[in-house]
Structures are given as C-alpha cells and as structure tokens.
C-alpha cells in the first residue's frame, strides 16, 4: 500500500485499526509466490494483550484447504483488510479541476501463522468466534446448540493464530483537503450513501481540527 508511507495518512493510534478490524472481520489470508501459493478469504478475530496492544489475529479454515499445507511449510502470511471505501468525485466541488480520488480504510499485516488441530484449540477458536459474531444479536444462536453435530465440523477444521510481525494501515479520508473542499465531498458522499465512511472522516477531521 503505497499511501501507508504517507504520514498523513497513518492511524492516529492502535484504536484506530483495532476499530476497522471489528467492523470489518473478513479477510484475505494471503501466502504468496512458490507452486503451492494460497489465498484464503475469511473472518479474522484480534488477540489483545494486557496492555492493550493488538499482538495476533486468530480464524480457522478448513483441514482439506491447501491452504493448511502451505502454512506448515512456511507460516509467514499475510492478511489483508479492506474496509470503507468509495469513489471521490469532482462532480461535488465549486473547482472542477481538481482530479477524482478514492477515500478508504484499509490494513495490511504480517503475519506468522501456527495451524492447530488441539480440540481444545479448535473449541476454544470456534466458539470465540460464534460469540464475536453473535454479539448484541436478538435471539443470539450459540455454538452448543449444534448438539452432537458440533463434533463433526470440529474434525474438519484447523485453527490458526498469526503473530503480527508488522502492521501497515492507511485511513486516507480527506485529511489533504481544504476545509471547504472537505465539507462538498462529505455532502456528496453522504447523498450517495457511504456513511459508514463519512463517519471515518468525520472523526479524522475532528482530530485535524480541533
């Protein structure tokens, strides 16, 4: 991510991407170059630790993924977040001659991944993940209601810790604009519906303001 080096575009703190990684848990599991390369979609919960820090991500896949294999043959991965985004358009400002953008959120991170097939591990990972997931949900469903049916996913599946090794996240949301500049696109972002970015830059902006 070539903005990530911009100053201007770092998290203000690990808030910041502890916040993108809980509204936005899917991602890729990436483990590049070699015949065997693999790439994973899938949901990622953060290991925090007693200071707070964000010190691991933590999912599962399926034991028959290829996927598995590789990481055993070499556990540096990467995960890669993608979270709001959307087109920047000039149509929205008094100066039409400023150039269209795009405004996001995103994280990239490097991982080293152990795979786990411990039953305990997998319980453990699997209804840590249920109760993330569930949380705050009306009539919220709950791992033990799988009955013994539970034990027949748990045998098919590995679960797996990445120890972060390095964070790369960029939050490019405006913070180059003029105020003026910033107000016209907040307005034509939010007539197009992207609120949930707006509320990112909205929360930048407040920090560059204040």
């Excluded at 795979?115 to 033990?144: K, Q």
């Excluded at 049916?149 to 913070?175: H, S």
Aim: proline share 6%; charged share 25%.
């Amino acid at each position: 991510m070539g903005h990530a080096r911009d100053s201007r575009y770092a998290p203000r703190h690990d808030g910041d991407v502890l916040r993108l990684l809980d509204a936005q848990p899917f991602a890729w599991l990436v483990s590049p170059g070699g015949d065997d390369a693999a790439f994973t979609p899938l949901p990622l919960r953060t290991e925090i630790d007693a200071e707070g820090r964000l010190v691991a991500l933590r999912g599962h896949v399926a034991r028959r993924n290829p996927h598995v294999a590789r990481l055993r043959r070499d556990p540096i991965a990467y995960a890669l977040v993608i979270g709001p985004h959307a087109y920047v358009s000039p149509s929205w400002l008094d100066d039409r001659t400023q150039a269209p953008s795009w405004n996001y959120a995103a994280a990239a991170f490097t991982l080293h991944v152990d795979c786990s097939e411990d039953a305990a591990d997998i319980a453990e990972e699997l209804d840590a993940m249920v109760n993330s997931m569930e949380a705050g949900r009306p009539n919220a469903w709950a791992l033990p209601e799988m009955g013994e049916r539970y034990a027949r996913l748990a045998q098919g599946v590995t679960a797996l810790r990445g120890r972060i090794i390095e964070t790369r996240a960029t939050f490019k949301l405006g913070q180059d604009e003029a105020p003026h500049d910033f107000a016209q696109l907040i307005a034509g972002l939010v007539s197009g519906g992207e609120h949930a970015l707006v509320d990112w830059m909205r929360a930048f902006d407040a920090d560059r303001t204040a």
